[in-house]
């Protein structure tokens, strides 16, 4: 039984009631009257008679109270209803924003894939450059560290409070960089903005944010891994703490750096 009823039900019988006491006022008064107090008859017939304002005022009343639980609920209703919509617009608005957010993933990994197919740069070509990357860096750092006469005092004044192994592999990587900007900068662009796609994803889960850094890690091979651990040391600043939210480096052979010992340089720098 809903709230409503019980005021309708109370209001049907004081609005019968004023309706029909007063017109078998004297025949409810005779039934109360004994022959001793005849007497009282006319008055309790007259006040009978009286009640039916009462009664109808009553019923008014109650009749409106219902009225008003009534709209109560109904309003309740439409609440609920517009709640149930507002889901639903959220979950389609949910699902094309997840559709959009896969289609440019997966649009950006197929970029990534064609810009280390297309590399041919050193003799080598596609992702067999960065390997002849990866060598050329390291020839690069160790003729800094041993050249012919003193590194400049010029080039080292701005890195003078690194350790010179920062020195010698910062310095390097400056010279590589500016030699190969050409063909690695926009890879590093394209690589840099699928994973900020991905973590800009207010509404995936981090599992699933996880999941999507996954497909793109599994692309990336070994030597890649050592050209993006000393991009994110002397490289692109905003690139850094990506790398390290996302443990993209997980799995770099070591052995592959410039010394094995620059593993530790990467949870030492912050």
């Known amino acids: 039984m809903k709230a409503y009823h019980i005021p ?6 004081f609005a019968g009631a004023a309706f029909v006491v007063p017109f078998h006022a004297e025949t409810i008064a005779n039934y109360f009257i004994t022959e001793e107090n005849k007497l009282l008859l006319p008055d309790l017939a007259t006040f009978l008679g009286g009640i039916m304002t009462p009664l109808l005022s009553t019923a008014s009343f109650l ?3 219902a009225a008003i639980l009534m709209q109560r609920e109904e309003l309740e209703l439409q609440r609920n209803e517009l709640a149930s919509t507002r889901e639903v617009f959220k979950e389609q608005h949910n699902t094309q924003e997840y559709q959009r957010f896969e289609n440019t993933f997966f649009h950006m990994v197929e970029l990534y894939r064609e810009i280390v197919y ?16 990866r060598i050329e860096y390291t020839s690069i750092y160790y003729g800094k560290k041993n ?8 080039e080292l004044d701005k890195t003078y409070d690194l350790p010179k192994e920062y020195v010698y592999l910062e310095l390097a990587y400056k010279e590589f960089y500016d030699k190969r900007q050409p063909h690695i900068s926009h890879y590093f662009r394209v690589l840099y903005r699928t994973i900020k796609i991905v973590d800009d994803a207010d509404f995936l889960t981090h599992e699933d944010k996880n999941n999507y850094i996954g497909i793109l890690k599994d692309q990336l091979s070994s030597d890649e891994l050592v050209l993006l651990f000393y991009e994110g040391l002397f490289g692109y600043s905003f690139f850094r703490p990506l790398i390290s939210k996302y443990d993209i480096l997980h799995g770099i052979d070591s052995k592959l750096l410039v010394r ?9 720098r912050k």
Not at 8 to 13: D, H, N, P, T, Y
Not at 118 to 133: A, K, P, S, T
Not at 147 to 154: D, L, V
């Open 8 to 13: 309708i039900l109370f209001g049907i019988v």
């Open 63 to 65: 009749l409106l109270f």
């Open 118 to 133: 297309n590399m041919n740069v050193i003799g080598r070509v596609g992702r067999d450059c960065f390997e002849g990357f």
């Open 260 to 268: 094995e010992e620059n593993k530790t340089m990467y949870d030492d």
């Open 147 to 154: 050249p012919p006469g003193n590194i400049a005092p010029s």
